[in-house]
T-cell receptor, first 113, second 113 residues
Framework: EPEVTQTPSHQVTQMGQEVILRCVPISNHLYFYWYRQILGQKVEFLVSFYNNEISEKSEIFDDQFSVERPDGSNFTLKIRSTKLEDSAMYFC???????????FGPGTRLLVL | SQKIEQNSEALNIQEGKTATLTCNYTNYSPAYLQWYRQDPGRGPVFLLLIRENEKEKRKERLKVTFDTTLKQSLFHITASQPADSATYLCALEGSSNTGKLIFGQGTTLQVKP
């Protein structure tokens, strides 16, 4: 089974700085998602992305967040001005051709100081 | 709003026994329900999907049931092994039809040798 990859695996940043998290998709997948998981809490949906557009976003996904797939390959999540409460694991996920199963990346652990 | 509840208490069982995990949901009638495994510091890994018209689904030592009247799914691991120790997540697709998943908080299973 092909694997979703994410970079970096860990990121430490100062509050107010911009971070970009990257996801390398599996070929032929069309639906992409970002989720986050604060330590000890449940996995939470952030945004879904299809056909180069956001199809749904959660209340968490405010104006500080953006997503894009700039070159048709990498799928990125940008946080413009990080806050302490953005510290979490961020998971990229892709939906397979059966449009049901989602394949998750290993995550990026973001720590905002 | 859609809500998913899993037993937040850790489940400790002896190797060889059957582990049974519970997932209850409210305010939604999902077309299908999924179970994922999550190891510490890693992304969720898809295990099984069961549709609303299926009562039971099996995969090797795993079995999932789905009772749409009770709004409950049970996840069984038979002949459990220490390697089965992980957190198991129940997930439903949100009602918006964008594929977003709503996760329960997970139940941690510890299988002792």
């Amino acid at each position: 089974e092909p694997e979703v990859t994410q970079t970096p695996s860990h990121q430490v940043t100062q509050m107010g700085q911009e971070v970009i998290l990257r996801c390398v998709p599996i070929s032929n997948h069309l639906y992409f998602y970002w989720y986050r998981q604060i330590l000890g809490q449940k996995v939470e949906f952030l945004v879904s992305f299809y056909n180069n557009e956001i199809s749904e976003k959660s209340e968490i996904f405010d104006d500080q967040f953006s997503v894009e797939r700039p070159d048709g390959s990498n799928f990125t999540l940008k946080i413009r001005s990080t806050k302490l409460e953005d510290s979490a694991m961020y998971f990229c996920a892709e939906q397979g051709t059966n449009q049901e199963t989602q394949y998750f990346g290993p995550g990026t652990r973001l720590l905002v100081l | 709003s859609q809500k998913i509840e899993q037993n937040s208490e850790a489940l400790n069982i002896q190797e060889g026994k059957t582990a049974t995990l519970t997932c209850n949901y409210t305010n939604y009638s999902p077309a299908y329900l999924q179970w994922y495994r999550q190891d510490p510091g890693r992304g969720p890994v898809f295990l099984l999907l069961i549709r609303e018209n299926e009562k039971e689904k099996r995969k090797e030592r795993l079995k999932v049931t789905f009772d749409t009247t009770l709004k409950q799914s049970l996840f069984h691991i038979t002949a459990s092994q220490p390697a089965d120790s992980a957190t198991y997540l129940c997930a439903l697709e949100g009602s918006s039809n964008t594929g977003k998943l709503i996760f329960g908080q997970g139940t941690t299973l510890q299988v002792k040798p």
